[in-house]
């Protein structure tokens, strides 16, 4: 086993550990919260780009919390909130979701979610300039500045393979593909075995309506991070496991 391996265990038992306290109601010191350790990020990046399955493997490897505003949505929708069924109609058109809702959604997790004290990621957010100004406020406030911005770049037209054939476990957000990350039984997700679903703007003829969405509205703050400094862009059309390594490297792993 390597070190990095090694490391990864032992962080991965230790948030264990910590999950376990907390079911049987043992107090123990506060989790880490040096600011210089955390993983502040925000990954950019096409539907179907990539965000959420790296999103997965992130929050592992950093203990940090995975902030998905279209798996919140999603929670929303399913809950049937007055929020959710305006979502939905949003979503299935391809559109965005009014940004001060969604800016809300991001600062009541970044407060209470105890599992953002290692830092986070963040999948889907900000989508817009506005909203990116409004992080930068936001966090500027908290003293806790964004570290980095992947862009995962990948052309439109490898997009509808990858949106058609990709399975959803809801509870989790976890993704698979029927055919690039089959899961082991049809249907069935890998660790809980519960059924898989597809996403509702999953087709054709919505993904053509999300993809103008983001090249009109979210591909601008690509240049807002330029500015910044804090941006660096990954070639996403590459097996998952080339993109999962210049990630790493973006992040001086
Ligand atoms: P959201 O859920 O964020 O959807 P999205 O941005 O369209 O992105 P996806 O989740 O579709 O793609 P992904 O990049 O996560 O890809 P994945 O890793 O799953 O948002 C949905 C909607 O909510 C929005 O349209 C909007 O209406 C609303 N919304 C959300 N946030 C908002 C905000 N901030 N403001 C306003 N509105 C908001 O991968 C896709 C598939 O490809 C999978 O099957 C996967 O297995 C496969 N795959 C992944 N990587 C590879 C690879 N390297 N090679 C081959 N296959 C791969
Ligand atoms: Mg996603």
Known sequence: MSVEELKNTVAKLQERIQQLEKKVGVTTAAPTTDIAKQLRLVLIGAPGSGKGTQSA?????????????????????????????????????????????????????LETNKTCAKGFILDGFPRTIPQAEKLDAMLKERKTPLENAIELKIDDELLVARITGRLVHPASGRSYHKIFNPPKKEMTDDQTGEPLIQRSDDNEAALKKRLVTYHQQTEPIVEYYKKTGIWSGIDASQKPGKVWNDILKCLGQ
């Open 57 to 109: 493997d992130l929050k592992d490897k950093f203990c940090a919390c995975h902030l998905a505003t279209g798996d919140m949505l999603r929670s929303q929708v399913k809950q049937g909130t007055k929020l959710g069924l305006e979502a939905k109609k949003i979503m299935d058109q391809g559109g965005l979701v009014n940004d001060e809702i969604m800016v809300n959604m991001i600062k009541s997790e």
